[in-house]
């Protein structure tokens, strides 16, 4: 079957640094998304790889390693509003969208 | 403001009963989802459509409905509704050529509470 393995919770500090890491076993790739949900409210778009390497926008990276079925999600300078749940997702090969159970982040002062 | 408005916002309901959630976008998008997303399960692929006047069916999609009679709307409809539907349903579009290759724009969401 098909697998996207994130934790289910962490937990940073105000002005740290974080990285969630999203794992996937699927039928084939065709790019990886990370979304970002607070609560109660839609997820909306941070970021999509399909090449191996990072990806940065702003204080938001995004790695990708498809040889080892791997990425992670790379969160600077941490602010309160950065608290959500990041959701990573997998496009296979037959372009069907694959979502992970999300990673709840806990930014403390 | 551009996007996609879903309504109700939420919606308690007697099971058995018929439910439509509407959803409507001003972005032109070709393919537009609807989801579930239940707490400790990635989000669900109940029905999609590429464009208007085609429909497919996602993961879960028994017990929903959904017609694509334009590009702007994209209703889901429970047509007798159960309990084990209870859940927050997310409609979404895209304006991707390849099917789930681009960004999904998602609307804020329905709360559905089936008793």
């Known amino acids: 079957g098909q697998n996207i393995d994130q934790p289910t919770e962490m937990t940073a500090t105000e002005g740290a640094i974080v990285q969630i890491n999203c794992t996937y076993q699927?039928?084939?790739?065709?790019?990886l998304f990370w979304y970002q949900q607070h609560a109660g409210e839609a997820p909306t778009f941070l970021s999509y790889?399909?090449l191996d390497g990072l990806e940065e926008k702003g204080r938001f990276s995004s790695f990708l390693s498809r040889s080892k079925g791997y990425s992670y999600l790379l969160l600077k300078e941490l602010q309160m509003k950065d608290s959500a749940s990041y959701l990573c997702?997998?496009?296979?090969?037959?372009?069907?969208?694959?979502w992970g159970a999300g990673t709840k982040l806990i930014i403390k002062p | 403001i551009a996007g996609i408005t879903q309504a109700p916002t939420s919606q308690i309901l007697a099971a058995g009963r018929r439910m439509t959630l509407r959803c409507t976008q001003d972005?032109?998008?070709?393919?537009m989802y609807w989801y579930r997303q239940d707490l400790g399960l990635g989000l669900r692929l109940i029905h999609y459509?590429?464009?208007?006047?085609?429909?497919g069916k996602g993961e879960v999609p028994d017990g929903y409905s959904v017609s694509r009679a334009n590009t702007d709307d994209f209703p889901l409809t429970l047509a007798s509704a159960v309990p084990s539907q209870t859940s927050v349903y997310f409609c979404?579009?895209?304006?991707?050529?390849?099917?789930?290759?681009?960004?999904?724009?998602f609307g804020e969401g329905s709360r559905l509470t089936v008793l």
């Open positions: 979404a579009s895209s304006d991707s050529e390849a099917f789930n290759t681009g960004e999904l724009f």
């Open positions: 972005m032109r998008h070709n393919a």
């Open positions: 459509s590429n464009t208007a006047g085609t429909t």
């Open positions: 699927t039928s084939g790739f065709n790019g």
């Open positions: 790889n399909v």
């Open positions: 997702a997998v496009v296979d090969s037959n372009y069907q969208l694959i």
